[in-house]
């Protein structure tokens, strides 16, 4: 049966999450879920809601405010065959449990010589935009796609959310899965009743266009969706491709869009220096440089520490400014 004869469900971001989990529990009971409050109290944003009750204890844990003992213990049971799928309640409470992440999560299929995998999934809410304090707004997907080993998906849509959380949990290797919490319950979407697999690292075109691409992902597909439509009264046609997975990188389709189109504006919501905007740009120069009519604009985060209320609005890329990139790059 194609996914377009399927039952499907109308279902915001976070509770795709959930009926993925529950999709993937019910499938294979080597599949668990642990994490600070994932349990009992179905999760700070209540992604695992009504799991303890299904599935039990034993493999919906409520595990001890330690980011670094989740981790490793996740390592650990992947290695020996079980899949794991932990939670760090915000990204940024992460980086406790970094050495695991970097030292045996993503290094312990090479450091084994392929005897191990790892076949876990870490989930972690990022980005900023709810009015949270400190740790709680971080958007630093380039420490995880910067790692050899691990793959790291961002989606923006509930469809593309469940399928790419399927096929995270059924990759024999590490994964590491931002969800933009900003979004969670922003809209809702046509979501399949039963089990789906969308692939990871491949991108996907949200908006055809012929003078201009903006590369996306996660959280900042929505404002650039939102731009280009604005910008469309004003006769410049936008393209809009949202990479959804951001290692490894759908390089092809990056190219051939800007092929087409010669101009390309880059979003997301971290910071400048060192963010995937630079990366995905040197990629442009190294493989599509003839086609270049332009420089590539980015529009991102600053380079300065999250902020706090006040200043959010200003920090995080919006609509206009993602249009003011647009026309920056259109218009040179």
Known sequence: M???????????????VRDALATEMTRDDDVLVM????????????????LHDEFGEDRVID???????????????????LKPVPEIQFSGFAYPGFDQIVSHMARLRTRSRSRYTLPMVLRAPYGGGIRAPEH???????????????KVVMPSTPYDTKGLLISAIRDPDPVVFMEPKLIYRAFRGEVPEDDYE???????????GSDVSVFTYGAMTRPSLE???????????????????????????????????GRACVVHEAPKTGGLAGEITATLQE?????????VRRVTGYDVPYPLYALEDYYMPNAARVADGIKEAVEF
């Open 2 to 16: 194609s996914t377009q004869d399927q039952a499907t469900q109308n279902l915001t971001i976070v509770q795709s």
């Open 35 to 50: 994490g600070e409050d994932v349990g009992k109290n179905g999760g700070v944003f209540r992604a695992t809601e009504g």
């Open 63 to 81: 595990t001890p405010l330690a980011e670094s003992g989740i981790v490793g213990t996740a390592v650990g049971m992947a290695a020996m065959g």
């Open 136 to 150: 709680h707004s971080e958007s630093k997907e380039a420490f995880y796609a910067h790692e050899a080993g691990l």
């Open 198 to 208: 969308v692939p990871i690292g491949e991108a996907t075109t949200r908006r055809e």
């Open 227 to 261: 731009a280009a439509e604005e910008l469309a009264d004003e006769g410049i046609d936008a393209e809009v491709v949202d990479l959804r997975t951001v290692s490894p990188m759908d390089r092809e389709a990056i190219v051939e869009s800007f092929e087409k189109t």
């Open 287 to 295: 493989e599509a440089l003839l086609y270049q009519e332009a420089p």
